[in-house]
Nanobody, 125 residues
Framework: QVQLVESGGGLVQPGGSLRLSCAASGFGVESYTIGWFRQAPGKEREGVSC????????YYAASVKGRFAISRDYANNTVYLQMNSLKPEDTAVYYCATGLWSYCTSTALQVPDTWGQGTQVTVSS
C-alpha cells in the first residue's frame, strides 16, 4: 500500500528556514514522481515543487523559486522540501503527493492519487 507521511512543519519567523519530510512506504521514492503542494486558508491548493523520477528534474512555482529546494534520500525513502528565506505568505498546510501515472509540469505534479495528511507551516513574527 502506497503511503506518504509529512513532518517538519512548525512556527518560524520571517527569513527563517524549515525542512519538510515526506516519508514514503509501499514504493521507492526513486520510482515515483513526487510533488509538494500547499493550501492557505481561503485559498486554492497550489503546486509548490515537483521532482521527476524519469530524469531527476526539479520544478518550482515562481513564488518559491530560489528559496525552496526539493530532494530525495534513497536510504531513508524520503523526499524533502528545504524552505529558506520564509515569508508570511508561505504560511499554509503543506502536502506531498504522488501517483502511479504522475508527472511534473512547470506548474505542479499532475495526476496524483496518493496524498499525505499535511503539515502546518506558519511564518510569523
Amino acid at each position: 500500500q502506497v503511503q506518504l507521511v509529512e513532518s517538519g512543519g512548525g512556527l518560524v519567523q520571517p527569513g527563517g528556514s524549515l525542512r519538510l519530510s515526506c516519508a514514503a512506504s509501499g514504493f521507492g521514492v526513486e520510482s515515483y514522481t513526487i510533488g509538494w503542494f500547499r493550501q492557505a486558508p481561503g485559498k486554492e491548493r497550489e503546486g509548490v515543487s515537483c521532482l521527476s523520477s524519469a530524469d531527476g528534474s526539479a520544478y518550482y512555482a515562481a513564488s518559491v523559486k530560489g528559496r525552496f529546494a526539493i530532494s530525495r534520500d534513497y536510504a531513508n525513502n524520503t523526499v524533502y522540501l528545504q524552505m529558506n528565506s520564509l515569508k508570511p505568505e508561505d504560511t499554509a498546510v503543506y502536502y506531498c503527493a504522488t501517483g502511479l501515472w504522475s508527472y511534473c509540469t512547470s506548474t505542479a505534479l499532475q495526476v496524483p492519487d496518493t496524498w499525505g495528511q499535511g503539515t502546518q507551516v506558519t511564518v510569523s513574527s
